[in-house]
C-alpha cells in the first residue's frame, strides 16, 4: 500500500524563480518591441537611398551597355603579382545581378538605426535566455514540458541563430525587422494563450531523451524558420527581378524595398544552405524520438499524429531537396516546396497540439495508457 | 550539354569539350522529357522503367507520400485507437463506409498508401543500383582533362612564371596528390577531382533508407504485443494463455515467447496535490522480481514508465495503474464464499473505477439451493463527501476510498461457452436484490465496513485493505537493431552528401609565344559554392610561390579569350 508514499510530494516548484522568469520574459518583450521600432527606422531611413543596383543591371538599356561578365584581366597587369588573383564568373542562365546594400540603403542614419536595433536584439535575447534559464532553474528541469516553453525557448532559439549568423559576419542583417517581428507574435501568443504555471513533468517526460529530442527539435524549426523568411523574400525579390528583366515597371514601395535585400540568387543559395544544414539533424530529432517512443510506449513508430507530421515535413524537405537536382524544378518550384514544408513544421507545432489528439498529448494520462492497452 | 553535333563551329566544339569536363560530378540520373515511346510491350516497359527511376517521378512519389500521410493522422485509425474508429462510426453512417471502402480506417496499411511507397522504394532502387554503378566507373577512370580554354570556367586565375612548364606541372601534381585529390598528367594540364565522398554519402543514405524499410516491415511480420493486468502479489509468466489479450505479426509463432515470468510486489503512485496540474503523476512505478528462462534465478526490478524491464527479445512495459478493493461475501450462515482482491477499471484520470465482484462457486441461498452472486462496483479512491453530491472521485491517490456495491443473485452464465469479460456482468438471468422500498438493493461501504443482503442472503465486507494493480504490455520485435542502424547510416550518409562538395581543379603550364610558362588554372564544383573559387585561390598561392611570377613583358588588354561571357554552368544547372 501506498498511502504514504502519495503523500510525499516531489519537490514544489521555485515560486520566485519562475516569478523573475516571467518578468525577464516581459522584459525581452519590452526591448524587442524597441528593436522592432529601430529596425523600422532603418528601413525607413534607408529608403532615402536612391541605389537601384538590381535595375541597373536588368533594365533593357543597361543590358546593352553591360560590359562582359568578367572585367578582370589578369593578363593586362605590368606589375609583379603578390598571389594570383581568381576570378569567379557566374553559371550561365543566371542573372548577374548585385546584393543590395542591406536595409540601411547605405544611408548612415539608416546605420546607426541599424546598429542599435542589433544591440537591442541582443539585449533583448540576453533577457530571453535568462527568462528560459530561470525557468528551467524553477522547475529543476529542461524548460520544455508545454507549450509555453516550447514557444519562449523557440524565439530565444531563433534569434541565437541570427545572431550567431551575424558574428559569423554572413549577409544576414536584412533578416532582423522579419525575425523580431515574429518573435514578438510567438512570446505575445505565450504569454496570453499559452502561459502555464511552472510545474514538473508528467512521468512520460521524464528521460534524457527529453533533452536531446525536445532540444534538437526546437532548434531545426529556427533554423527551418530562418530558411522560410529566405525563401519568402526570395519568391519577391526573383519576381522583382524578372519584372525588371522583362522590362516591366515595379511600384516604388517594392522597388526601395526589394532593391536593398541581397539578389534573388544570393537568397537562394542563403536559404538553401539553411534548410540542408538542418535537414541531418532534423532526421536525427526523429528518430531520437523513435527511440524515446521505443522506451515509453513500447513501439519505435506507431503513426501517432505527431510522429506522421514529422514524417511528413521529413518528406516535404527531402522533397525540397531533390527538386533542387532535378531539372524544371529548380527556383521558385523548389521554394514553393520548401515554404510548403515549413508549414507541415508550422502544423506539426501548433495544428497538431491544438486540434488533433494523440500520444503527443500529455493531459490526459491516464485515459491515454488505458486506451493504448484497449480499454 | 551541346547536342548540335553536326555544328562544327569552334564555338559548339568549344562546348562539347567544357560539357565534358563538368560531366560525371556527379551520378544523378539526367531527366529526359516524356517522350512517348512506338515500339511495343518492351518500349512501354523500358520507357516505364525510365519515368520511374527519374527524378521528377521520385519527387512526385515523395510528395503524394507525404499528401498520403495526412488522412491518417486526422480520422481515427483502427490500429492505434479502435475505440474513437468506433465512436466515429456511430457518429457518421454516411461517411463511415465510404472511409471504409478507401482504407481511410487504416490508411497506413492500405492498397494506396502502400502502393505509394513500394513505388517509391522500387524507384529508389532502380535509381541506386545504374547510379552505383556509374559511380564505380567513375573512381575506375580519371579526372577529365583540362577544356581548351579554362578562362571560361566558373573560377580560374592565370599567371606567368619564369619556371619550366614542365617543373609547374610537377609541382601541380605533387600539390594537388598532398591535399589529396585525385590528380594525373593529362597532356598539357593536370587534371585533379576530389570530394568523392559526397556521392558515397549520397548512395550510403539511399540505401540506408532501404534497410530501414526492410527492417521495418520485418519487425512487423514477427512482431508479438500482449497485454496483462496484474495485482500486486500475483505473478504472470510469459505464455500465451496467460494475457488478457494479444496480438500478433503473420509470421510470429508462439515458440518465439522469450520464457521468463515475474512478480508485482507493489505498485507505487504519487501525484501533484496543488496547482493546475493537481492529479497528475509524479511517480508511477512497480517494483518486481522476475526470473529469465524456466528456471533462473530471481532478480528484482524497477519499471517505470520510460523504463521498461528488457529480457531477451521481450521488453515490459508498465501501461497502466489501477485499485483491487478486497472483498470478502459470507453466505447467510457466515461461510466464506468469495475473499480475494477485485482489479476494477479506472474511468477517469482521477481513478473513478467500476467493475463487478461474481461469486461463482460454493454460494447457497437461504433456501439452501446453489446460486451465483454479482455485484456491480464503483470505487472512488479519494471520495468528495455525500455532500458533494458526485460520486466521481476528487484525487487518485487513496485519500477518502469509498466502495458502492449493488446486489444481484441469480445465474451469471458463466459455463455458457462464451467468453466473459471479468469487468462486466451479463444479467439476463440474473435478478436483484431488493432494498426495503423494493429498489435495487445498494449501499456504500468505507474500509472494514459490511453490508448485510435483505432476508439473511449474507453478507459483504470491503475489507481494510485496498491493493493496487498494474497493467503491463509485453512486446517482442525484432529489426529494430537494423532499423537502428539504418537510421545512424543514413544521417552520416546524408550528411556527407550535403556537406562535402564534388569537385575539379586543372592546372595548365604552357610556353606562351614570347618563351615564358604561362600558368592556367580553373576549378569547377557541381553546383556553385563560394568554396571552389576559394580553394583554387589557396592552391595557387601556393604553386605561385613554386613558380613565381615573371613581369609581363605586352600588355595586351583585348585578349580575345575572355571577352566571351558564357560560361560553364555548374552540372545540373544545365538547359
Ligand atoms: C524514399 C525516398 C527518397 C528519399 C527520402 C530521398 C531523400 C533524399 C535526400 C534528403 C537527398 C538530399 C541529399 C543531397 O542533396 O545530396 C537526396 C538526394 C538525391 N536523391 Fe533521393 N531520396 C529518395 C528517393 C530517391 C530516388 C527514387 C531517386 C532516383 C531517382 C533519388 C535520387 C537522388 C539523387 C540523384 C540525389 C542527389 C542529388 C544531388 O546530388 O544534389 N532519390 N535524396
Redesign the interface.
Known amino acids: ?3 504514504a ?6 519537490a514544489a ?1 521555485n515560486e520566485n524563480l519562475a516569478e523573475i522568469s516571467n518578468v525577464l520574459i516581459y522584459s525581452a518583450m519590452t526591448v524587442y518591441t524597441l528593436a522592432f521600432f529601430a529596425y523600422i527606422a532603418e528601413w525607413t531611413f534607408g529608403s532615402r537611398s536612391k541605389v537601384a543596383r538590381t535595375a541597373a543591371a536588368l533594365t533593357p538599356e543597361a543590358e546593352a551597355k553591360k560590359a ?3 572585367t578582370v ?9 603578390e ?12 542573372r548577374d545581378v548585385p546584393d543590395g546594400p542591406g536595409a540601411h540603403g547605405g544611408d548612415e542614419k539608416g546605420d546607426l538605426y541599424g546598429r542599435i536595433a542589433i544591440s537591442l536584439t541582443v539585449l533583448a535575447f540576453c533577457l530571453s535566455f535568462g527568462g528560459v534559464l530561470t525557468r528551467a532553474l524553477s522547475v529543476e528541469r529542461a524548460p520544455w514540458g508545454n507549450m509555453y516553453e516550447f514557444n519562449i525557448t523557440f524565439s530565444t532559439t531563433a534569434v541565437g541563430v541570427y545572431l550567431l549568423l551575424l558574428a559569423l559576419k554572413k549577409n544576414v542583417r536584412w533578416l532582423g525587422l522579419f525575425l523580431t517581428t515574429t518573435v514578438l507574435l510567438d512570446l505575445g501568443v505565450a504569454v496570453t494563450w499559452l502561459y ?2 511552472s ?2 513533468l ?3 517526460l ?2 534524457y ?1 527529453l533533452y536531446i529530442h525536445v532540444s534538437t527539435a526546437i532548434l531545426c524549426g529556427a533554423v527551418f524558420y530562418v530558411g522560410a523568411v529566405a525563401v519568402i523574400l526570395y519568391l519577391f525579390k526573383d519576381a522583382y527581378e524578372n519584372k525588371l528583366a522583362s522590362g516591366g515597371k515595379p511600384g516604388s514601395f517594392a522597388t526601395s524595398v526589394l532593391e536593398r535585400l541581397p539578389a534573388s540568387a544570393s537568397l537562394d ?1 542563403f536559404a538553401y544552405r539553411v534548410n ?2 538542418v ?2 539533424l532534423w ?2 530529432t526523429i ?1 531520437a524520438g ?3 517512443a ?12 505527431k510522429e ?2 514529422s ?2 515535413t521529413w ?2 524537405y ?2 525540397y ?3 533542387r ?6 527556383g521558385r518550384k523548389a521554394a514553393y ?1 520548401a515554404l510548403l514544408a515549413f508549414g ?1 513544421w508550422l502544423f506539426n507545432y501548433y495544428g ?1 497540439n491544438i486540434f ?1 489528439s494523440g500520444k503527443h498529448s500529455y493531459a ?4 491515454g ?7 | 550539354m551541346s547536342k548540335t553535333t553536326t555544328d562544327d563551329t569552334p564555338q559548339a566544339a568549344d562546348d562539347q569539350d567544357l560539357g565534358a569536363a563538368g560531366s560525371q560530378l556527379s551520378t544523378a540520373p539526367t531527366e529526359e522529357p516524356p517522350n512517348l515511346p512506338s515500339l511495343g510491350v518492351i518500349g512501354w516497359a523500358r520507357w516505364f522503367w525510365r519515368q520511374l527511376t527519374s527524378m521528377r517521378v521520385a519527387l512526385l512519389l515523395l510528395l503524394l507520400l507525404s499528401l498520403g500521410a495526412i488522412p491518417g493522422s486526422l480520422i481515427p485509425q483502427t490500429g492505434i485507437d479502435e475505440t474513437a474508429v468506433a465512436d466515429f462510426r456511430e457518429r457518421h453512417d454516411v461517411l463511415a463506409p465510404v472511409y471504409d471502402k478507401l482504407g481511410l480506417f487504416n490508411v497506413y496499411s492500405s492498397v494506396w498508401f502502400s502502393a505509394i511507397y513500394i513505388l517509391l522504394f522500387i524507384s529508389l532502387i532502380g535509381c541506386i543500383v545504374p547510379r552505383t554503378w556509374q559511380f564505380v566507373g567513375q573512381l575506375r577512370g580519371r579526372p577529365p582533362g583540362a577544356p581548351r580554354r579554362l578562362t571560361r570556367l566558373p573560377a580560374h586565375t592565370t599567371w606567368r612564371t619564369g619556371a619550366e612548364p614542365d617543373q609547374v606541372r610537377e609541382a601541380a601534381l605533387a600539390l594537388l596528390k598532398r591535399r589529396r585529390f585525385r590528380a594525373h598528367l593529362a597532356g598539357d594540364a593536370v587534371a585533379a577531382e576530389k570530394g568523392y565522398l559526397r556521392e558515397v554519402g549520397n548512395l550510403l543514405f539511399h540505401i540506408a533508407l532501404i534497410v530501414m524499410l526492410i527492417a521495418f516491415g520485418w519487425g512487423q511480420l514477427f512482431k508479438s504485443e500482449g497485454n496483462k493486468l496484474i495485482v500486486e502479489g500475483d505473478g504472470f509468466s510469459n505464455t500465451l494463455t496467460q494475457y488478457d489479450d494479444f496480438k500478433s505479426g503473420s509470421l510470429f509463432t508462439n515458440d518465439d515467447l522469450v520464457p521468463f515470468s515475474f512478480h508485482v510486489k507493489e505498485f507505487t503512485g504519487t501525484y501533484e496535490r496543488t496547482g493546475p496540474n493537481k492529479g497528475t503523476p509524479r511517480t508511477y512505478e512497480t517494483e518486481l522480481t522476475y526470473t529469465e528462462g524456466a528456471d533462473g534465478e530471481e532478480k528484482t526490478a524497477l519499471v517505470k514508465v520510460n523504463k521498461p524491464l528488457k529480457i531477451g527479445d521481450a521488453k515490459v512495459y508498465l501501461v497502466s495503474h489501477g485499485y483491487a478493493p478486497v472483498v470478502t461475501v459470507r453466505d447467510g450462515k457466515g461461510k466464506i464464499v468469495f475473499q480475494d482482491a477485485v482489479p476494477l477499471l479506472p474511468l477517469d484520470a482521477n481513478v473513478t473505477s467500476s467493475g463487478v465482484v461474481k461469486v461463482l462457486d460454493g454460494y447457497r441461498n437461504p433456501q439452501g439451493e446453489k446460486e451465483q452472486l454479482g455485484f456491480n462496483a464503483f470505487f472512488v479512491p479519494t471520495f468528495g463527501g455525500s455532500a458533494s453530491g458526485t460520486m466521481l472521485s476528487q484525487f487518485p491517490a487513496l485519500d477518502y476510498p469509498v466502495l458502492a456495491l449493488s446486489a444481484y443473485h441469480g445465474d451469471l452464465k458463466a459455463d455458457s461457452g462464451i467468453p466473459q469479460s471479468v469487468y462486466q456482468m451479463d444479467k439476463t438471468k440474473m435478478k436483484e436484490f431488493k432494498d426495503a422500498k423494493g429498489e435495487l438493493f445498494k449501499k456504500l461501504l468505507m474500509p472494514g465496513e459490511t453490508m448485510r443482503l435483505p432476508n439473511g442472503a449474507g453478507s459483504v465486507t470491503f475489507e481494510k485493505d485496498v491493493k493496487e494493480w498494474a497493467g503491463f504490455q509485453v512486446v517482442q520485435e525484432q529489426g529494430g537493431g537494423w532499423a537502428l542502424g539504418g537510421a545512424v547510416a543514413a544521417i552520416g550518409g546524408l550528411a556527407a552528401s550535403l556537406f562535402i562538395q564534388r569537385r575539379r581543379v586543372w592546372v595548365r603550364a604552357v610556353e606562351g609565344p614570347d618563351g615564358v610558362t604561362v600558368v592556367e588554372m580553373a576549378g569547377l564544383g557541381r553546383s556553385e559554392s563560394a568554396k571552389v573559387p576559394e580553394e583554387l585561390g589557396d592552391l595557387a598561392g601556393i604553386l605561385y610561390d613554386r613558380a613565381p611570377g615573371a613581369p609581363d613583358p605586352s600588355p595586351d588588354p583585348s585578349d580575345p579569350t575572355d571577352t566571351d561571357p558564357v560560361a560553364v554552368p555548374a552540372e545540373g544547372a544545365e538547359k
Open positions: 500500500m501506498t498511502l508514499a502519495a503523500t510525499d510530494l516531489a516548484a562582359p561578365a568578367v584581366n589578369q593578363a593586362g597587369g605590368t606589375a609583379v603579382l598571389r594570383p588573383k581568381v576570378v569567379v564568373r557566374a553559371a550561365a542562365g543566371s502555464t504555471e510545474d514538473q508528467v512521468p512520460a521524464h528521460s531523451w543559395k540542408a544544414a535537414f541531418p532526421t536525427f528518430i523513435a527511440i524515446w521505443g522506451d515509453a510506449w513500447g513501439r519505435y513508430w506507431g503513426w501517432d499524429p506522421v507530421w514524417f511528413i518528406v516535404a527531402a522533397g531537396l531533390h527538386a537536382a532535378t531539372a524544371g524544378w529548380k516546396l507541415c497538431v488533433v490526459d494520462v491516464g485515459l495508457a488505458l486506451r493504448s492497452v484497449g480499454f
